[in-house]
């Protein structure tokens, strides 16, 4: 298994470097709109960064999914690993926790660096610990809801339908979040959407020839 983790590593070496750049702008961009709040005059410019380096890192989680599935079928790497002791389910595994790591490449140096923040900020700062976990584990879920539509998308790519759907959901799931907040419900939302992607890309995965 880890040698398939590291080879996934290795042939999606750009989105992993991505992955650690956007995170390092994107704390540069929390930290500085945390040191020049002020109610009566926001941060303008940091939270204009901030959107442009979130949407970028929305379309670039997705396109490390649809590039992961597009490389295995024109590479048809599955169907040369497959020829070797090794199950479809655990190079789809693989996959899926090359991804995962991506993620939390460009998540957890964020959450450190808030943490970071919470404890040296002091009033009218509007920040505290618990919001911080919150925050984490509903854009931990979010990502990797890109990531599972990202992966749906591109083992498909010549269809229409997914891809225009993929984007669709993508566009839909960021103002979900923004409506319902990051509380206990967008959790059960954005897992069960995560749950059912997951099933669906091993679905099509396992029934598909190589």
């Known amino acids: 298994m880890l040698t398939l983790i590291k080879r996934e590593i290795q042939d999606h070496l750009v989105y992993f470097i991505a992955a650690l750049v956007c995170s390092g702008l994107l ?4 930290t500085q709109a945390v040191f020049s709040y002020d109610s ?17 890192v929305t379309f670039g989680i997705c396109g490390m999914g649809a590039g992961q599935m597009y490389l295995d079928k024109t590479r048809r790497i599955s169907a040369f690993l497959s020829m ?25 140096p964020l959450a450190i660096t808030a943490i970071f923040l919470v404890r040296i900020s ?57 409506v319902k907040g990051f509380g206990t419900e ?14 669906r890309t091993w679905h099509n995965f396992s029934s598909t020839s190589l």
């Open 27 to 30: 704390a540069i961009v929390l």
């Open 40 to 56: 009566r005059n926001p941060p303008v410019v940091a939270i204009g960064l901030g959107v442009a380096l979130g949407a970028i």
């Open 84 to 108: 070797l002791p090794v199950s479809r389910s655990r190079i789809l595994l693989a996959r899926i926790a090359a991804g995962i790591l991506a993620i939390l490449i460009l998540l957890v």
């Open 122 to 178: 002091t009033p009218p700062i509007p920040l505290y610990s618990g919001m911080v976990r919150e925050i984490f584990t509903a854009t931990f879920l979010l990502a990797l809801a890109f990531y599972c539509i990202g992966l749906q998308t591109g083992w498909n790519p010549s269809a229409l339908a997914p891809s225009l759907g993929g984007l669709g959901l993508t566009c839909l799931l960021v103002p979900l979040v923004v």
């Open 186 to 199: 967008i959790v059960v939302i954005l897992v069960s959407f995560v749950a059912a992607s997951l099933l």
